[in-house]
């Protein structure tokens, strides 16, 4: 069965204080890894997919990076907007579902 | 463009009514998902749509909870004789093909009194 664990559940930062928040997952043969954001109330928005060990993608001051045990999300000089919940889920490559992981909540103050 | 629509945004009901909720997904998109997320849980899978057929229904909860898809397009979820622990967002994505990025919409916050 497909796991996903994210790490950790809270982090509060001060703003520009860049951090990484870490996604770790076991699935047969991993087809993509998804990163989500999530603000309280709305549902999920689609941040990235990564689909092999060692590729990256960025998006203004979010970057994710993947290995072949788990994902990185970095933060750079993080702004009070991108205080939210960030999601992280995997598909395996023979399966249509998405595992998602519990989630981490981030919080910037000003 | 428009996104995954969900409608009521809000639904209160009372304990043993049947309620319905509304998916709107992105046009063309062909797969259709629907997800529960309870205070503090993580989205539970419900379940899956390719075109107007639902080849796995195993994430639903009990026989209370159904859905259906016309046209390939508009999903209902349905459940009957609705229960507190039913109360939860639900959650609709929609996207491309099984191996694209889902697209999420606002979810229906269902509250069972």
């Known amino acids: 069965e497909d796991q996903v664990t994210q790490s950790p559940e809270a982090l509060r930062l001060q703003e520009g204080e860049s951090s990484s928040l870490n996604c770790s997952y076991t699935?047969?043969?991993?087809?993509?890894l998804f990163w989500y954001r999530q603000d309280p109330g709305k549902g999920p928005e689609f941040l990235f997919t990564?689909?092999?060990a060692g590729e990256e993608k960025e998006k203004e001051r979010l970057k994710a990076t993947l290995t072949k045990k788990e994902s990185f999300l970095h933060i750079t000089a993080p702004k009070p907007e991108d205080s939210a919940t960030y999601l992280c889920?995997?598909?395996?490559?023979?399966?249509?579902?998405?595992?998602f992981g519990a989630g981490t909540t981030v919080t910037v103050r000003a | 463009g428009a996104g995954v629509s969900q409608s009521p945004s809000n639904k209160v009901t009372e304990k043993g009514k049947d309620v319905e909720l509304r998916c709107d997904p992105i046009?063309?998109?062909?797969?259709l998902y629907w997800y529960r997320q309870s205070l503090g849980q993580g989205l539970e899978f419900l379940i899956y749509?390719?075109?107007?057929?639902?080849?796995?229904k195993s994430g639903l909860p009990s026989d209370r909870f159904s859905a259906e898809r016309t046209g390939g397009s508009v999903s209902t979820l349905t459940i009957q004789r609705t229960q507190q622990e039913d109360s939860a967002v639900y959650l609709c994505?929609?996207?491309?093909?099984?191996?694209?990025?889902?697209?999420f919409g606002p979810g229906t916050r269902l509250t069972v009194l």
């Open positions: 994505a929609s996207s491309l093909g099984t191996f694209d990025p889902r697209y």
């Open positions: 699935v047969s043969g991993l087809r993509g």
């Open positions: 990564l689909y092999s």
């Open positions: 889920a995997v598909q395996a490559s023979d399966d249509y579902k998405l595992s």
């Open positions: 046009s063309g998109h062909t797969a």
């Open positions: 749509f390719q075109g107007n057929s639902a080849p796995d």
